[in-house]
């Protein structure tokens, strides 16, 4: 975000699942000497307003969402929740008796 100051930029999380970006680019006048300086060819406006959003998934930690904006670099940290361990199969021996397997062919 080259040219954007952090006080310009807003970064917020809407109804749980969606990341917003969003921000203002203003071009400020700058003077040499006392005297305004002109500009003969500009590649971007002078001013641009942005937006982004980004589907977050069901599994954030959103109490630990952190942005930070360093030499026109804007870094969201987004944290996942861990899912909760799979079940572990059971192993187990069945024991095995002659009465119940006699008792059953027994009865009528």
Not at 7 to 29: A, P, Y
Not at 30 to 40: A, H, L, Q, T
Not at 70 to 95: A, E, M
């Amino acid at each position: 975000m080259p040219g954007v100051k952090h006080t310009e930029v807003k970064v917020r999380v809407e109804n749980d699942e969606i990341l917003w970006i969003s921000g203002e680019r203003k071009r400020e006048d700058f003077f040499v000497g006392g005297r305004e300086v002109k500009y003969m060819r500009v590649e971007r406006n002078a001013v641009a307003k942005f937006l982004r959003k980004f589907n977050l998934p069901a599994n954030v930690n959103l109490d630990t969402i952190a942005a930070t904006c360093r030499h026109g670099l804007l870094t969201v940290i987004v944290h996942k929740i861990p899912p909760p361990p799979l079940p572990r199969p059971k192993n187990f021996d069945i024991p095995i008796t002659s009465d119940a397997v006699a008792s059953r062919h027994d009865e009528p």
